[in-house]
């Protein structure tokens, strides 16, 4: 097990984000999160990030918990949430060499560790190029490269599909099936359903903060829009 939530809730004044979330990914196992904006995908992904804390709960990554690994200031778990931060006016392979210096990379294994990232992402051929001058398919290739500087167990990513064209949209699926190969955990989220069916092993439903439904791949395969419509849909109506 590489990452559990146990009776995870996040209030934030009086409205409720996230209400008794329990969720258990193992490694190299793909785990979408799939539900209607709002429904609390996002805040869930923060709070495994130890970007905002629950208010309710415990979140454990490899048995430890969240504030153990936050009192070590190493946390196990790489991320893109929202848009990573990049400095436009450098290039992509300087951006990186900045994120490992970050992340604690040895200085003497920097280089090889930027090289070898940006050629997994498909970018060793613009690596010079500044990141003003990146297509939206090509910052994300990097985004994901700057997630994966320090070879991370754990990795979140937050709609990382968005605004891609299909050769950009395969790229991202294939290296999230190479990651799983690899041993590493992916935790992701899209609106776009058909992908999620293409690489994930289960799947949790959630709508208005809590899970309604976890599915796994031999249940959800090539009729996930349907098994969508049924569970959201009927959750929705029930709650009226």
């Known amino acids: 097990m590489i990452l559990e939530l146990k009776s995870v809730s996040k209030e934030y004044g009086n409205e409720i984000l996230v209400h008794n979330v329990n969720m258990k990914v193992n490694e190299g196992e793909i785990v979408g999160l799939i539900g209607p904006n709002g429904a609390g995908k996002t805040t869930i992904m923060k709070m495994i990030c130890g970007v905002t804390n629950p208010s309710e709960g415990v979140i454990e990554i490899n048995q430890k918990s969240i504030d153990y690994w936050k009192s070590l200031g190493e946390m196990p778990v790489n991320s ?62 990097l985004g994901i490269a700057m997630t994966m500087i320090n070879s991370p167990k754990l990795v979140i990513l937050d709609e990382p599909i968005n605004g891609l064209d299909p050769e950009g949209i395969n790229y991202v699926r294939n290296y999230i099936r190479e990651l799983s190969e690899q041993k590493v955990a992916v935790v992701i989220s899209s609106h776009i359903l058909n992908e999620l069916e293409k690489v994930c092993d289960k799947l949790y439903f959630i709508q208005k903060g809590e899970i309604v439904k976890m599915i796994y791949k031999r249940d959800f395969n090539n009729n996930l829009d349907e098994l969508y419509e049924q569970i959201i849909k009927y959750k929705g109506t029930e709650n009226e």
């Open 80 to 141: 893109i949430i929202e848009t990573p931060t990049m400095y436009n006016h450098l290039s992509g392979y300087l951006n990186l060499e900045i994120e490992a210096l970050m992340k604690g990379i040895e200085k003497t294994k920097i280089r090889e560790t930027c090289n070898r990232v940006i050629a997994d992402v498909g970018l060793d051929v613009q690596k010079r190029k500044k990141v003003k001058k990146y297509s939206l398919g090509m910052k994300q290739r």
